[in-house]
């Protein structure tokens, strides 16, 4: 029998699979929106700890700014923001977020008014200077003071920077923290940036209170009794008293690494060293720390604890594993006032802190939410912070650690086996996990801030870690501990032996080929992108947080299509350096080999080259004569010319031109070619030059600061 299907049923068929189709779809869709809600809900439930990431948005909106804002600006974001919290509950998570950016914004507002200082607009000459030594850093090479400043000879006290920093390198002087002394010196501003988008040395100094560096003529001397009232003094005269021990008793560079691991003090570590520490990544030993906070009050805590549960009456009766936290907080508070109180050392103390403190109070304390009281604390004290690669990588380390060890303590087994083997295996695979971590965490702000990352570190840590944790730490602690009875000299001995293997590691592993990835200088929109992408990825809780790894492609993106620069023009308008391809790569050829050596360093930074291997032979700078050099640069004619004799000639004939000199109003507007000349480089600072087929794109230090109170310089176009 034969069965016919008419058109009207099977299109009647078609149209009932489409509904059914459709009410499939609309299903899914329902469900992964529920499901989508879901996770959100989880994630704003833990909302807290994003408190630093909002307040550190207003610290950067700060920062960012090209002119200074008015004070009532922030004030007024405050207290709208705070008003709309208390006024419309139904979005108070927006508003919150809100005013907390304001609040960034507030505090580093306040905080660069707090330290407001006069900046020297001019270098000036020898000139007699009195004031009192705020803090001292000594080499073998050189001293390094930093100046109360009282009066500078011929300069005006309104004119005259609070605090002022000078090198001398004559003979060894005896002067300490407090001390009243006078000095000859010639003086100069704080360093402005080498280049558009590198580090900015003066705001860095700004927020010191320094307002003028220099070199010193004559050594200083005492004029009057010391200081000894004040807690800062003390505090900074113990430090460099322990580390002048500590260098004493283990010459060389073990004990000028153990000194800086005890005091931070690092001025006495060679160059060498730390480029073999940085290159096979094992920089972030020289920082006082988490690791070593946390080593140093871990081991009073157990040596305390271990003790007091030798007296059984005690261990009994009392509760000695509080009294054991009470006396690690107290340790991890005098080392934090020993090592300065910088950055990296004040969040490792506040979040070791709240951990000794749960156990006093019988609570949780391994978390996230440690991280976010820490950075918060230093943010709204100290927001310069946010801008330091210290506390970027410091951070960046803590917060990808914690959020892997509270992810694997959901889904670890509680079962699983605790005998030796078990713990030995487990301890290697967390010290492994621990570095790689780490890396790729700090990875993206090692290329941002130093365009190098150290490809080996895994091996280098592995190796360095056990060294840390059980020979180089412990002889610290017992050194230091012995430190008022005078027998810690042999402490500082095997601390120091434990610190020449390590550096004999970091040595082996930066030379094996490939130890050091080198990349052109990233955009700012790079950086913002990862660090956003690693915080959603780090901070939220739900399986939404994989769309933080957006970050990465986004980030490849930004660096490939960014512009590299073409030539450069140093701050002191003496030097040019143009960006030459040789097969594989590329390097800058200064005009000038002798001039500006440190700019010459950081050009090559930006562009990938190893600063390490600058060529020291005869530049070969195109076609150079008595008057000056022209040079072709991707199809560009440039000329750069000492004296006005060759204006005329070069203007006609180059697409730029770089006088080496002030050029004349007249002269500057005949000129046909574009002109860059010192006068242009006084006003705007150092230069970044692109070519491209339609135009020549100039960059100054100038527009990227802005006119702001650490520039020193008006925005330049």
């Known amino acids: 029998m034969t069965v016919e299907i008419s058109d009207t049923t099977a299109s009647d068929a078609r149209r009932a699979h489409r509904r059914l189709a459709r009410s499939l779809l609309w299903r899914d869709v329902m469900r992964w929106r529920a499901r989508i809600f879901d996770w959100a809900r989880e994630d704003a439930a833990a909302a807290a700890i994003w408190t630093p990431v909002f307040i550190g948005l207003g610290v950067g909106a700060y920062f960012g700014l090209k002119s200074e804002p008015a004070f009532t600006t922030g ?157 800062r003094t003390r505090i900074e005269n113990a430090r460099s008293g322990l580390t002048r021990r500590i260098t004493e008793a283990a010459p060389g560079q073990g004990g000028a690494i153990v000194a800086a691991v005890v005091t931070g003090k690092r001025e006495a570590i060679s160059e060498n060293s730390r480029a073999a520490l940085r290159d096979a990544g094992l920089a972030h030993l020289l920082a006082i720390s988490g690791l070593h906070m946390g080593l140093a009050t871990g081991l009073v805590f157990f040596a305390v604890r271990g003790a007091l549960a030798a007296i059984e009456p005690l261990a009994i009766r009392f509760p000695i594993k509080k009294w054991a936290a009470a006396a690690a907080l107290l340790s991890g508070f005098a080392y934090l006032l020993l090592s300065g109180g910088a950055w990296s ?52 380390a803590a917060t990808a650690l ?100 390590l550096l004999a590691i970091g040595g082996e592993v930066s030379s094996w080929p490939g130890a050091v990835s080198l990349t052109p200088q990233w955009p700012t929109a790079a950086l913002i992108a990862i660090a956003g992408g690693g915080l959603w990825f780090c901070l939220a809780r739900s399986p939404l947080r994989l769309l933080g790894l957006a970050g990465v492609p986004a980030v490849a993106i930004i660096v490939a299509v960014a512009p590299r620069p073409d030539l450069f023009v140093s701050a002191s308008g003496g030097n040019v350096g143009i960006v030459e391809a040789i097969p594989g790569e590329f390097r800058i050829t200064p005009y000038n080999n002798r001039r500006d050596k440190f700019a010459v360093r950081v050009w090559n930074e930006i562009i990938g080259a190893d600063p390490s291997t600058d060529d020291k032979s005869d530049t070969g700078f195109g076609d150079c004569g008595t008057d000056g050099c022209v040079a072709r640069v991707r199809g560009r004619t440039v000329a750069v010319i000492g004296q006005s004799s060759v204006l005329a000639e070069d203007c006609a004939r180059a697409d730029l031109v770089v006088a080496l000199y002030p050029v004349r109003g007249g002269d500057w507007r005949a000129c046909e070619a574009v002109l860059i000349d010192k006068r242009s480089v006084w006003r705007r600072g150092a230069h970044a030059v692109r070519f491209t087929e339609e135009s020549i794109v100039v960059e100054t230090v100038g527009a990227a600061r802005g006119a702001r109170p650490w520039s020193g310089l008006a925005s330049g176009r």
Request: charged fraction near 20%; avoid cysteine; aromatic fraction near 10%.
């Open 75 to 231: 004030l007024a974001m405050l207290a709208a923001s705070a008003a709309a919290v208390a006024l419309a509950p139904r979005y108070r998570s927006i508003f919150i977020a809100v005013m907390l950016a304001a609040l960034g914004f507030v505090a580093a507002d306040l905080r660069a008014s707090r330290v407001a200082t006069p900046i020297l607009e001019r270098e000036i000459g020898i000139r007699a200077i009195e004031g009192r030594i705020y803090a001292v850093e000594r080499s073998s090479e050189r001293e390094r003071f930093v100046i109360d400043v009282q009066s500078i000879a011929r300069l005006e006290p309104e004119d005259t920077p609070r605090r002022i920093r000078v090198t001398w390198r004559g003979e060894r002087s005896d002067v300490v923290a407090g001390d009243l002394v006078t000095l000859r010196a010639g003086l100069s501003p704080p360093p402005p940036p080498a280049a558009p988008g590198s580090f900015d040395f003066a705001r860095q100094l700004y927020f010191q209170s320094i307002g003028a560096v220099g070199f010193a003529v004559t050594s200083p001397a005492a004029i009057a009794a010391r200081d000894a009232n004040s807690l």
């Open 345 to 396: 050392p004040r969040r490792a103390f506040v979040m070791t802190a709240i951990f000794l403190l749960a156990i006093l109070f019988d609570r949780r304390a391994f978390s996230l939410r440690n991280v976010a009281i820490a950075a918060s604390l230093i943010l709204l004290t100290t927001p310069e912070a946010l801008v330091h690669p210290g506390f970027q990588m410091s951070f960046a």
């Open 402 to 501: 914690i959020a892997i060890f509270e992810w694997w303590n959901r889904v670890a087994d509680p079962g699983r086996d605790f005998s030796l083997g078990a713990r030995l295996k487990r301890y290697a695979v967390g010290l492994a996990v621990t570095d790689l971590v780490a890396s790729l965490a700090t990875a993206p702000f090692a290329l941002f801030h130093f365009n190098r990352v150290a490809i080996f570190s895994l091996p280098a840590n592995i190796l360095s870690m056990p060294l840390m944790a059980f020979w180089i730490m412990p002889a610290a602690v017992i050194g230091l501990l012995l430190t008022p009875i005078g027998l810690d000299g042999p402490a500082w001995v095997v601390a120091a032996k434990g610190v020449d293997i």
